[in-house]
Structure formats: C-alpha cells, structure tokens
C-alpha cells in the first residue's frame, strides 16, 4: 500500500514547541478521506526541500494539531537546473506535460505563447490554468517523492521567454532535422555541474522562422531529435529524461 504525504505550506508555521496547525484542503483529506486519528503518524514535505514527520494531536473542525517530531533535508533528487518553456499547447496536454515535467526534476515551468499557438486565453481564464498546473505540480511532488516543487510562471509571450536572464545554456527544439542534434550538442561542449538550463517547446505547429531567428539572436541553440516527429506533449518528458542520463542524473 503507497505511503501518503502531505504538502505543510510554509503559511503554516511550526511554533516553538513543535507544534503546527494543518488546515483547508490537506486538513480536510487527513480527516474525511483518510480518517486519521488523533495519535497517527503522519509525512509531510515543506516544498522548500524539508521532509517532516509528525504526530496527530487533535482533530477540530477544518484543522488539524500536529506535533512535529522529526525535520530532515535529505540530498536533493535533481542536482541539474533545468527549466522547461512550453507552448502551450491545445485542450488538457498542458495537464500531462506539467506531471510529467514535475515526475523528471523541472525546476521552473514557464507557459508561453508563439505565434502558432492555437489557445487564446483571456487573462482571467490564464490565471485559472496557471493556478491548475500548480495544483497539477504540487500532487505530482507528493506522488514522485520530490521535496521541492517545481515553480509555475504566469503565461509569457514569446518575445518575453527569449528575454529570461539568468540561464547558461539556452536551447530551443526544433522540427527540422537539419539543424544540430541534441546528442550532438551535448557531446561537444562541457556543461558546467548545477549550469541553469532553459529549453523551449513549441506548440503542435512547431516554431516559426522568424521565433528561431529571434531565438538565436537571443543566445538559443536550436537543437533537434531527428527526422521522427513527436506530439508536443511527449517531447517535454524525452528532453528531460535526455538530459538528466546525459548531464550525470541516471543514478
């Protein structure tokens, strides 16, 4: 039977004394769908890359008393920065893409829109997604074993994402199979240890030539994965996979 652990948001802060007071929707699955007693141990990770242990010490209307008996930082699973741009693509993919991306060590998700992207959110409805895939993201830590949780960035406009400061390595997938390809790339040159990484997905259209010329002129290596061509939802996981066993994570 699969352990259950639960996300302690940082709002809920352990007194000195050990205790912490658990509630709104982790509170209600504690009490209603696990029915946890009073004395019950319980897991808890901090999202900032603390596990936690705890004891239960009273169940109250729509909260819980924990008395926090062990706090742990173990290694980190991910030693790699990478960040993942994705178009977004059509329908519930962006649903698959930020479990999956979540699942192999994403550190930031950035959203984004190109020129053949077909979703036109209006602002409201963007927010509503932007806070699902964090929902998305946080039941995907629980479930992976992850102690921090991936950062999920408001949607951006093309020309915003090939502005991110900040990342060494910029790469960007192309469709075309004449362009370097990805095991080429990272087999020619030496990628610094803990190197932040930004790769850029683009939607089911692929990216325009003049999104790769402004790529380029932005510092990005367009890279590809051969003549085969992948639904955009499937490509995120074999980067990240990819580049996890070629840049020293497959142990």
């Not at 652990?5 to 940082?10: A, Q, V």
């Not at 009073?38 to 909260?63: K, V, W």
């Not at 992850?146 to 949607?155: A, F, K, L, N, S």
């Not at 999104?211 to 085969?228: D, M, N, T, Y």
Request: hydrophobic content about 35%.
């Amino acid at each position: 039977m699969t352990s259950h652990r639960f996300y302690l948001d940082p709002k809920h802060e352990i007194s000195p004394d050990g205790r912490v007071t658990i509630s709104g929707s982790e509170a209600a699955h504690l009490a209603a769908s696990l029915r946890k007693k009073p004395g019950d141990q319980i897991s808890f990770f901090d999202g900032q890359g603390r596990n936690l242990t705890g004891r239960i010490e009273a169940i109250q209307p729509g909260r819980i008393l924990v008395v926090i008996e062990d706090i742990s930082a173990p290694v980190q699973n991910f030693h790699l920065i990478i960040s993942l741009g994705q178009a977004i693509p059509k329908g519930s993919k962006m649903d698959k893409i930020v479990r999956e991306a979540t699942e192999l060590g994403a550190a930031n998700i950035f959203p984004f829109v190109s020129a053949r992207t077909i979703p036109r959110l209006p602002e409201n409805r963007s927010r509503e997604k932007t806070e699902r895939w964090r929902r998305i993201a946080l039941a995907a830590s629980k479930q992976s074993g992850r102690v921090e949780i991936p950062e999920i960035h408001g949607t951006l406009k093309f020309a915003e994402i090939v502005e991110l400061p900040g990342y060494d390595c910029r790469l960007l997938l192309s469709e075309y199979p004449d362009e370097t390809s990805l095991y080429e790339y990272l087999h020619s040159r030496k990628i610094p240890s803990g190197s932040p990484l930004l790769v850029l997905i683009g939607p089911e259209g692929g990216f325009g030539h003049e999104e790769v010329a402004l790529a380029r002129a932005k510092g990005f290596i367009p890279v590809s994965l051969g003549s085969q061509v992948l639904r955009t939802e499937t490509v995120a996981p074999v980067i990240l996979g990819i580049l996890r066993y070629e840049l020293g994570e497959h142990s």
